[in-house]
């Protein structure tokens, strides 16, 4: 089967917010991300980036128009269905890190995997000490989540989005709560990752100086795209 | 990979041990719910049956016996033909009757030889004044052939002192209840008298003692032989005033009751409605019982509530954070119902334990009973239905209380907690 040439594409998306006042987010999206592609989303706050975001991620299901990912039709998906594409082919990192805190370090990173279910659990612990090591983590791996630095708790994130080998990483300011040394030490992670792994990555962030080091940058302005 | 493997087991046991506090709060609750649950049916159930248990030991299943007391038509309208015609007869007396059983010999021989009978005993039973010296005390002679008696009531189980067979062979015997013998300070082997409402008196040694259990009868009755109580009464050999009767199968009581009284004309009772008040109060004992339990339950149920819903407000990010990562709805009610379940199944197994622990505890302490019944010590019923079934209850009872707050996490907008402020 050949792959398609873009992970994600959207057609026509639309998205509106009801509550408290009518209000459009997002107005006639027409964009398409390539395999292997480092995109940032920019713009204004209230621009709608982080809301194109969680729409193209399968999070957020009301929207009209189109999204293709992989070349499969999202919107004709039932909420189950996006939860495995998210388990399967999608990885997150936010802007805060979101680990469990009772759990250890490689617990948290294996949890995706286990949910997965593609391996046995001690293949799932080699390939997350894999990932933990990639990420300059492999001796935290048995602390506490919570015991660990603001940087290593997000590059702790990176590896839990890494674990099933995903087809795109989203990332939602995903260096928003870092000082910016660990904040560029993340990115040179993300740019890592694309130039050794061909990883896609497509990242909102409202930093220019990061978005410059990305492949594209698209521009939001009030819903629209804007070049 | 099976479920106690999987990751929503794993997430659900860390946020119960994580919690250890909670948890053994919500765990105690349920617990204590089970406990008393099992303690309080236990003991309304123990001593239910024992008072059943003696009751039906001290009543007849049937009783035939001839009630001169119901109210009778008089000879000018038995023998009027006008059927519109009013009578007026004023101050109507009844009949100076004897409440003898005729031809008991023969109802008895007839009784016997029904099958679904297992046992009949004829009786003589009269009001008498009992003496010991300058003491005295009221009470009810009981005339019984203490063979047949033992048969049908198993008196020789709660004979205290003596020898119940000695009242067929010593020819002047009595055997006191407990509370009687007390108020006459009499003891074993003391002589006695006995008086009857039509004056005769009888010397009378006492041979036994006896206790029921149930003080009404303790207090007031003796047995004798059926030849001294006709002595008594001053009447011939063959008078005998009730037949008691024992069935195979209890249940069968009411129908064969009313078959006698058809057949020999006089009053048959039987075991049930003879005791009916007391059935009556078992009714609403019970309803009271259950109630309570009911609201122990409900309380513990809210207890879970209450602490589920603290761990999901606390554990919003988890939640929002495994949706992104692809748990379904569907696992984050099950990693809830999880929880509680483990609280419920953890806590009620405690709870069995600890009730079965309260019921022999009590059980054991020795305390002298008196009132309805007379007891040495609480009576439990710890039959393995209360067990199973307030178990059952107890996991019914978490997995709703339980249901509400998983729905509630399962329905989190993962987003709106998730987004970048």
């Given at each position: 089967m050949p792959e398609n040439k873009y992970i994600l594409e959207t057609k026509k998306l639309d998205k509106f917010f009801r509550d408290p006042v009518d209000f459009q987010a997002l107005k006639n999206v027409n964009i398409a991300i390539k395999r292997g592609e480092f995109v940032s989303i920019i713009g204004s706050?209230?621009?709608?980036k982080s809301t194109l975001l969680y729409v193209l991620s399968t999070l957020?299901?009301?929207?009209?128009g189109q999204i293709f990912f992989d070349g499969d039709d999202?919107?004709?998906?039932t909420k189950n269905e996006l939860a495995d594409i998210r388990n399967a082919k999608i990885g997150f990192v936010f802007q805060?890190?979101?680990?469990?805190?009772?759990?250890t370090v490689i617990d948290n990173v294996m949890l995706p995997a286990l949910k997965l279910g593609k391996y046995s659990e001690p293949e799932i612990r080699k390939r997350a000490q894999e990932k933990l090591a990639m990420l300059g983590l492999e001796d935290q791996a048995e602390k506490k989540a919570n015991k660990l630095s603001g940087g290593q708790q997000q590059r702790a994130a990176i590896a839990r989005a890494l674990i099933n080998d995903p087809d795109i990483i989203f990332g939602d300011e995903p260096t928003g709560n870092l000082d910016s040394k660990n904040a560029q030490n993340a990115f040179d992670i993300f740019k890592e990752l694309k130039t050794k792994y061909n990883q896609t990555i497509l990242i909102v962030t409202h930093d220019m100086n990061l978005a410059a080091q990305t492949d594209r940058s698209i521009r939001l302005h009030d819903g629209e795209v804007v070049i | 990979m099976s479920f106690f493997t999987g990751p929503v087991f794993r997430i659900a046991m860390t946020h119960l041990i994580s919690k250890k506090r909670q948890t053994i709060v919500a765990m105690l609750g349920v617990t204590f719910g089970i406990a008393i649950f099992i303690f309080q049916a236990g003991l309304m159930s123990g001593f239910q049956t024992t008072f059943i248990e003696e009751t039906i030991n001290t009543t007849a299943n049937v009783r035939i016996y001839n009630d001169v007391q119901e109210a009778r038509k008089s000879i000018l309208q038995l023998n009027s033909s006008d059927s519109k015609a009013w009578f007026l007869i004023h101050n109507q007396k009844p009949k100076d009757e004897d409440p003898q059983v005729k031809n008991g010999k023969q109802i008895l021989e007839i009784v016997e030889k029904d099958p679904r009978i297992s046992g009949v005993s004829p009786f003589i039973g009269t009001q008498a004044l009992f003496r010991l010296g300058l003491s005295q005390a009221s009470g009810r002679a009981s005339g019984v052939n203490i063979e047949r008696e033992n048969a049908i009531f198993d008196v020789g189980k709660h004979m205290k002192e003596g020898n119940l067979l000695d009242l067929e062979t010593v020819p002047d015997g009595i055997i006191l209840g407990e509370g009687l013998a007390m108020k006459l300070g009499a003891k074993l082997n003391d002589n006695m008298t006995i008086v009857s409402p039509k004056g005769v008196t009888l010397d009378m040694r006492i041979i036994g003692i006896h206790k029921t259990g149930i003080t009404e009868l303790d207090n007031t009755r003796a047995f004798i032989s059926i030849r001294n109580a006709q002595k008594l009464l001053g009447?011939?050999?063959?008078?005998?005033t009730d037949i008691n009767i024992k069935l195979k199968n209890i249940d069968q009581a009411e129908s064969i009751a009313k078959e006698y009284h058809d057949k020999f004309g006089y009053k048959a009772q039987d075991w049930k409605s003879a005791n009916e008040s007391i059935f009556g109060i078992f009714k609403i004992q019970n309803m009271i019982t259950y109630l309570i339990i009911f609201s122990i339950l409900i309380v513990s149920g809210f207890g879970i509530f209450n602490i589920l819903m603290m761990i999901i407000y606390e554990k919003m990010p988890d939640i929002a954070i495994l949706k992104a990562t692809g748990f379904k709805d569907k696992d984050i009610k099950i990693l809830f119902l999880t929880e509680s379940l483990v609280i419920g199944i953890f806590g009620g197994l405690l709870g069995l334990f600890v009730g079965f622990l309260m019921q022999k505890i009590v059980g054991g302490i020795k305390m002298d009973l008196r009132g309805f019944v007379s007891m040495e010590h609480l009576k439990f019923n710890s039959s393995p239905a209360f067990y199973v079934f307030a178990y059952c209850f107890g996991l019914v009872a978490t997995a709703l209380a339980g249901y509400i707050p998983a729905r509630k996490a399962a329905k989190v907008d993962a987003i709106d907690i998730l987004r970048s402020k």
């Open positions: 706050s209230g621009s709608g957020d299901t009301d929207y009209d999202l919107s004709k998906k805060f890190h979101y680990l469990l805190p009772e759990f | 009447v011939d050999g063959s008078y005998i």
